[in-house]
Structure formats: structure tokens, C-alpha cells
């Protein structure tokens, strides 16, 4: 009886340390987050991939004391106590001869990023428009274009406007205002605020302050930039501008318009509202195109504009009964073509004397079948020449290979006979 006692009285202690534990607990964490989370943000910010931050920590080196790293993660974010470290600057040559800015947060700060974003991106989502395609889940770049050839169909103008220098530009006054709108929790809003202010870090290590933008790179900064162009654009323009037809990737905008006359019109108005949310649309960049084609015969200067990585402009195409007629479509762009064979002349791949065929197959397979799911929707013509640079290559990497392929011409037969034996070697083959 005496033990049966003593055994009451230890479970009755452990359950009274147990609420204790839970009290405090409680106490010390204002912010309700699952360890759940964490784990899951982790795992999608690791299939993003990404590059090291000001830290210069790796994936692997952050995943060499992973449960501690994800733990302490979890209790300063729970706790209020997470500051997000300064976003390194990496600056990437753009085809213009400019320079896009991407700000590299640290793999810690993009877990904590994700975990904000699992919590508020389905209330965005639910309020979102249905022509903003970027960066949206169920939504694609492929989709965007599709809606915007046949809408080019049937309205004859084009306002293409470029934002200048979007994501730098974004006033956090009027973005925090859109997200205290739709985000209630303390946590949330406190922690966005944190990373809209963060310091960037250039690649001397000096560091400066921010005061409006959100760094292109962040994992939340899509996210946040889409709520930013909800009120700047969507919304405004359904409000005063009914009927009007648009697509909008990110800051990237097509408007489709009746008349060259609406098109400047238009112009005006947004330069206008850009202009009050802190934002101005490149001069040079945003312009005014005439969708031209058998169906509208007329002549303007400009007949073509660039949209995801296309150009939409007339082109000769040929119906099922044969008859040639010309229709304003879109095919791979010239700057898109251009990134594509720099990218396969860089292979490091080609430039080994131990590579064989089976090598470069098996390295260029997954990085060609994307181009080709994405490119190849649209233009066939364009992107196969495209396509046959690569031809082109394994010509040239055969003649420095094999010292009997004296030619070209010599290669080039070399190369039919591999693709007469073995068609699917290469993923590109079939469709070149």
C-alpha cells in the first residue's frame, strides 16, 4: 500500500512538472508555430536550390547539424526574437546592357521566409486576379501566353509596359498597408517588416539600409510584390477601366486594347497611378504595338513586342486546307535564342577530352527537354534552329574527338549515322 502511495505521488510530481513545462512554455513562446512547419518550409526551400547567403553557408554545410540548425530556427522565430541577417547583393548582367540586382538571403532566412509564406499565401491567393499569372501556384508563364496570342486575335492593341526597376521601387508603407488588409496575426506582420527593412550587404561586405523595395531573390519578395501590384494595377484597373483585357506576369504587363487612340489613353492614366504608388513606367521599355495580320492589314511603326521570353509579331503561317495567310503569333525571342546557345557553348562538358556521347546526352537531357516544354509550344521554326545549335557543337566537339573527322562534312555525316542508330539519344532529336 505504502508503494502503491509513493507511486501516486511521483506521477502526481511528473504530471505537476509537466504543466509547469507546458505553462512555461506557453509563456516564453507567444508565437504558435509547429515544428511541422519548419520541417516543411525546410524541404521546399531545399528543392529551390539557391545560392549562399552573406553567411556563405550551404545547403550541405546547414544540413551537417540539421535538427539543431531547423530547432533553434523554430525557437527564436516562436519566441519574436528572429532578426533577419543583412540579403547579399549579387548583381547579374541583363541582354540591355543593364544590371539586375538580386538580393540571396541566407538559407536559414529563407526557411523563415517560407514558413510566412505557407501561412498567408492561400488568403492572397483567394483575393488574387485572375490575369496575374507570376509566381502563383496553378498558374504559369505557358497559360499567360496562350491567353495572350488569342486576345491579340481579337483586339488589335498593345500597351506593353516594363515597370522600372519594380522591386526596388515598392513603397512599405503602402505594401504594409495591403498586408495588415488580409494578415492579422502580430507575428506575421512584425516579421515581414523585419525583412522589408533588413540591410543589404554588397560582396565587400559593406552594408546599407533600405528604405522602400523588397530584394528580387527573397522567397517571400514575389509574394509581396504580386499583393503590391493587386492594389497598384488589378484592382484600380477593373474599378476604372471596365472590360479592359491584360496579363501580367510579376511587373511585367500586356493590355490589350480597340484602338491606337484607347492604347495612349491608357498610357497616360497608368503613368498617372504608377506615379502616386511610388512606381514609373521605363520610357523606353513600354510601348504601344499594332497586332498586325491578315484580319488587320493596316501599318503602324512598331508590330511586335516581347512578352515571357516570346515575340509576338506577324508571321507566315498556313491553315489546314494550305492556304498561307499571316497571323500575329508568338516564337522563342532573339534574346531568349541568344541566352540559350551562350548557355550550350559554356557546357564544360564539350570541353572534355574523357567525355563521350552518353555523357553529353545524359548532361544536356533534363536542361533540353525544359527548353523544349517551354519554347517549343510556340514557333516551331524559330526554336528548331534553336535546337540544331546544339547539333552544331556535337559536330564541332567530334572533330576535336576523333582526329578522322578530317571535315565538317565528314562530321556532320558522323553525326547522322549516331542519330540513324540510337533517334533517342538526345531528347531534341525528334523534334529537330
Sequence with gaps: MESEQRCGLVQSEIRSQLEMRRSWVSQTKPFEISKQEIVK??????????????DRQSMENFEADLKNNLYKLWNRLSSGSYIPPAVLRVDIPKGDGGIRSLGIPTIADRIAQMVVKQRIEPELE???????????????????????????????????????????????????????KHVHDKWLIL???????????????????R????????????????????????????????????????????CHCISEEEAKRLRAVLEERFSECGLSLHPEKTKIAYCKSSNNRGSYPVVSFDFLGHSFKPRKSKNRRGVFFVAFSPAISQKSSKVIRGKIESWRVFRSSKTDLAMIAKYSRAKVQGWMNYYGQYGYAEFKRVLNYLNEEL??????????????????RWLIGVRSRDAKLFVHWHYT
Excluded at 149 to 162: F, G
Aim: with cysteine.
Design 41 to 54: 518550409a525546410y524541404q521546399r526551400v531545399k528543392a529551390n536550390k539557391g545560392g549562399e547567403g552573406v
Design 126 to 180: 483567394s483575393h488574387f486576379h485572375e490575369n496575374s499569372y507570376g509566381y502563383r501556384p496553378n498558374k504559369s508563364a505557358l497559360e499567360a501566353l496562350s491567353v495572350t496570342r488569342q486576345r491579340c486575335w481579337k483586339r488589335a492593341w498593345v500597351l506593353d509596359m516594363d515597370i522600372k526597376g519594380f522591386f526596388d521601387a515598392i513603397d512599405h508603407e503602402l505594401l504594409m498597408r495591403a498586408v495588415r
Design 191 to 209: 516579421y515581414i517588416e523585419r525583412w522589408l527593412t533588413a540591410p543589404v550587404q554588397r560582396q565587400d561586405g559593406t552594408q546599407e539600409t
Design 211 to 254: 528604405e522602400k523595395g523588397t530584394p528580387q531573390g527573397g522567397v517571400i519578395s514575389p509574394l509581396l510584390a504580386n499583393l503590391y501590384l493587386h492594389y497598384a494595377f488589378d484592382t484600380w484597373v477593373d474599378r476604372h477601366w471596365p472590360g479592359l483585357q491584360f496579363e501580367r506576369y510579376a511587373d511585367d504587363i500586356i
Design 395 to 412: 559536330i564541332r566537339w567530334a572533330k576535336r574527338k576523333y582526329k578522322r573527322l578530317k571535315s565538317k562534312r565528314q562530321a556532320v
